[in-house]
Structures are given as C-alpha cells and as structure tokens.
C-alpha cells in the first residue's frame, strides 16, 4: 500500500534523471583550401569534359522537305472558274458573310442583279490555292473566315454599296477594281469619283475653250497690226495732212 503511494507521487510532483546528456557545438573550421597552382589550374580546365549538343528527337520540328499536295478534280475545276472570273471581270469584290440567312441572301442577290453584279462562292482554300500562282496575290489575306465574291464585268461600285448598306451583316473586306486592289476606304473614295463619261465631257469641253482661245489670239494679232498700218499710211498720205491744216485753223 505505502509503494503504490510513493509511486502516485513521484507521477504527481515529477523528477528530474541523475545524468543529464548535453551536447555542445563544435567549434568552426578555421582551415581553407589551398589555391590550386596554376599548371593543376590548365591540365584540369584542359581535360574537362565537354557534353555533346543534345540534339532535337526526332518529329520535334517540321521536315524541311514540303510535301506537295495534289488537286482533285473539282478544285481544279473551281480554280479554272475563278481564273476566268478574274480574267472576264473588271471589278472583284470580297465580302464577309456574317449571320446571314438564306432569305436575306436571296434578296441581296435580286438587289445586285438589277445592275449586273453577280455573287461568287468559292471555298477559301480553293481561292488562296490560286491566288498564291498568281498576280493577285495580295487579296490573299482577305479570305479569311466565310466570304463571299461580288463581281462584275464593269466597275459599278455605287450600286454595290447602295445594296451592301441594306445588308448590315454583309461587310466590305476590299476589291480589286480595274487591276488595282483597294481597301474598304479606297473603294469608299472611288466611288465619290465622278464617272467616265462626265470626266470625258469636261475634258471635251475643257479643249474645245482651249483652242477656241488659241484661234482667237492667233487671228487678233494680225488684224491689230493691219489696223495699226493702215492708220499709218493715212496719217501719212499728203491728203490727209492739208485736211489737218485747215481743222487746225478753223479750230483757232
């Protein structure tokens, strides 16, 4: 009984070991590395190994080689239309087609027609094939998304953007007008110019004053200087001069 007492409290009050271990720092290095000499220093940069380059697995990058890929018979056929439209055709444009349904499109179609501008479909891929071959290279980078082609064998830009401004989701990307390729903006400006038969007439009219001009200077010198030289021989003719005399004494 008195055992189990003492050891409930020793638990209670708790002690402390006779021996107590502690561990005590060591003491800093105070010693350096002699410096190599210098004949080590060579020998050892000297026969240093050097890795190879690792070179890239093999399908890392695209072959150099291009693999051409061959047309279809109906790709070449689409290409053989639209080389023919860009031949026939001065006035080529290039149009986006956003949400546009099949009605609307029907009525835009009528619309153009009336002025004898057609609508083109051709697919991007198709149309960037034969651009790259070709002169108008340039109009590449309008193809992009669905697009649409308005043509016509004469430039009738006014009626195209009279009908375009009825169909808000059709958007102007540019054109190529008369082998020129114009910007939205650019075609935009051509149309506020005047047209051919106006400038022609002003051309016409502006010669026509020109020469009329031209005449009259010609013939106006020689009868100026005929009337010059008649008024001379007069005032030196006798007859003239015995009429003056009298005048003058009439005139006193």
Known sequence: ????????????????????????????????????????????????????????????????????QEDNGFALLLKKDLKKVFEECKMIAVVQKNACSAEDMLILKHRLCKHGISVKF????????????????????LFIGPTVLFVSKEPKVKEMLSAL???????LLGACIDNTLLSAQGVMSYSKLPSVTVVQGELVSGLTILTSRTSSMLQRHPAQLSALLQQYIKQQ????????????EEAT
């Open 1 to 68: 009984m008195a055992a189990t007492l003492c050891v409930k409290l020793q638990r209670n009050q708790g002690w402390l070991p006779l021996i107590q271990s502690v561990r005590r720092g060591s003491k800093a290095v105070t010693r350096h590395r002699k410096p190599l000499h210098i004949l080590k220093q060579k020998l050892l940069a000297v026969t240093q190994y050097i890795p190879p380059a690792r070179t890239a697995p093999p399908g890392a990058y695209p072959s150099q080689n291009k693999h051409v």
């Open 122 to 141: 051709f697919p991007n891929q198709v149309t960037r094939s034969f651009l790259g071959d070709s002169v108008y290279c340039n109009m590449a980078p």
């Open 165 to 171: 401004r009825a169909s808000p989701q059709m958007m």
């Open 237 to 248: 003719s006798p007859d003239n001069g015995a009429e003056a005399a009298p005048k003058a």
